[in-house]
């Protein structure tokens, strides 16, 4: 090619609003996966591409399940960027329909495992000619199922960690079982943020972030709310808040069958004026505690991200199945006698460090590398094929039934009977909805009321 004279002019760039969007598609399963999701996506393109960033469409779709999240769950997520009146239900095999049709070049998967792994599976099977940059991670603390769920999740392109802690783990799974590990990315918790504590003159607030099956039987769960109730009778002048997820009838990433809600109904004494149930978004709450309780809840790292005054409970021993075992080494651990006699942990630097919880103000470099890598792949001109480390020949008795429970094949393929029905009108549609709609009130009834009763009964 020959060189350019000097009258020649440069190329004009075009400009940013006349660029073709990025086209990104959040597919979550229940409230708290939609706000990691919804968050990640936006941490990701936020800046990927340089100055002149592209403008990114952001399409919310959410799994048609059990924990699928309501309209009032969605709007006490908080912010997002998305707007949640066009958040719409699909099943998996819609949301392969929709992925093969939109065209989207990036997916972001923030479902349980086997929802990642089953979407991989269809994603492959669809065989585009140009297919979308995956990205998968967790919502919070890996405390269990360390193996399983991140070999559910292998094949996607990118793997978020959310933290150095945990990224070295999920490289050492991999490499352990011979595969890819490539896909691991250090990042953060996506909602980490809000302004440092600083305590306000007259006021004394402690709030115990509740979790919906960590404790899962009543006589611990009935433990937790009278310990803390009877905080609230030792500290009158103290405001103690119980800080809920959901409310009765509605879940979330884990199945609450026996809501705190209920229980407080139930306690002899009843209630004292200091001590109130509130729900909303974690951000606002934390804006007003002076001292965060809690078993193992995430709501500890948006805590001690912000500085403020946090202490882990030991009360009912510190188990793996309890999640309190992660705060080993963290110096928060503590039980409700010694807060009650005013003792408040004091947070280990070191171990804070590993943690992504980023107090030290690294907070805002915290995605770059996962943004760089998200960047790289969306410039590549063509992704190979999706490989995940399950296949029907490494999982035979495993992966059939993982695809099954979300209608599809062992080789990604919508099952017979399976396919996205076409939108029959908007009087068909709304009738349909409206099937679902009671269809998964029925459903999430029988989860809550029914299903517990019979195991109780079960036991006896």
Request: charged share 25%.
């Amino acid at each position: 090619m020959p060189p350019r004279t000097s009258n020649e002019a440069e190329p004009a760039e075009t400009p940013a609003a006349l660029r073709p969007a990025l086209r990104v598609a959040v597919l979550a399963d229940s409230d708290t996966r939609w706000k990691w999701g919804a968050l990640t996506a936006r941490r990701l393109t936020s800046g990927a591409d340089g100055p002149d960033t592209r403008p990114v469409e952001v399409s919310g779709l959410l799994l048609r399940g059990r924990a699928t999240p309501t309209p009032r769950q969605l709007a006490e997520v908080g912010e997002v960027g998305i707007d949640i009146e066009r958040v719409r239900e699909v099943t998996a095999v819609e949301f392969l329909h929709t992925v093969r049709d939109e065209g989207y070049d990036l997916v972001v998967l923030a479902l349980v495992g086997g929802g990642v792994q089953a979407m991989l599976h269809g994603l492959a099977a669809l065989d585009l000619p140009r297919r979308p940059v995956v990205v998968t991670g967790y919502v919070g603390v890996v405390y269990e199922k360390l193996a399983d769920g991140l070999l559910l999740r292998h094949g996607a392109d990118v793997v978020l960690a959310n933290s150095a802690h945990d990224a070295e783990r999920f490289r050492a799974v991999y490499e352990g079982v011979g595969a890819d590990a490539s896909a691991v990315t250090e990042a953060a918790l996506p909602f980490l943020g809000g302004a440092p504590y600083r305590g306000e003159e007259g006021r004394d607030t402690v709030v115990f972030a509740a979790q919906p099956s960590v404790p899962a039987s009543r006589a611990d769960r009935t433990y937790l709310l009278h310990r803390l109730v009877e905080h609230a009778r030792l500290h009158p002048r103290r405001e103690v808040l119980l800080k809920l997820r959901s409310k009765p009838g509605e879940h979330t990433t884990h199945i609450e069958e026996l809501p705190y809600q209920k229980l407080a109904q139930r306690l002899p004494g009843g209630l004292p004026p200091n001590f109130r149930l509130v729900y909303g978004h974690m951000g606002e709450v934390l804006d007003r505690t002076d001292l965060l309780v809690t078993v193992s809840s995430t709501a500890a790292l948006e805590s001690l991200h912000r500085r403020i005054p946090t202490a882990v409970l030991t009360d009912l021993g510190v188990r793996e199945t309890l999640g309190n075992h992660h705060f080993v080494g963290s110096g928060l651990l503590t039980s409700w006698d010694r807060l009650d006699g005013g003792i408040r942990p004091r947070p280990d630097g070191r171990w804070l460090a590993g943690q992504g919880v980023a107090a030290d103000g690294s907070y805002g470099t915290a995605y770059d590398t996962a943004r760089a890598k998200v960047t790289a792949l969306l410039g590549t001109g063509q992704l190979p094929p999706l490989a995940p480390y399950y296949t029907p020949a490494t999982a035979p008795g495993y992966l059939p039934g993982i695809l099954g429970r979300h209608h599809l094949a062992p080789d990604g393929t919508p099952l017979p009977g399976a396919a996205a029905p076409q939108e029959p009108g908007r009087v068909r549609g709304a009738v349909r909805e409206t099937v679902r709609n009671a269809a998964r009130g029925a459903y999430r009834q029988g989860v809550q009321r029914v299903a517990p009763v019979i195991r109780r009964m079960g036991e006896l």
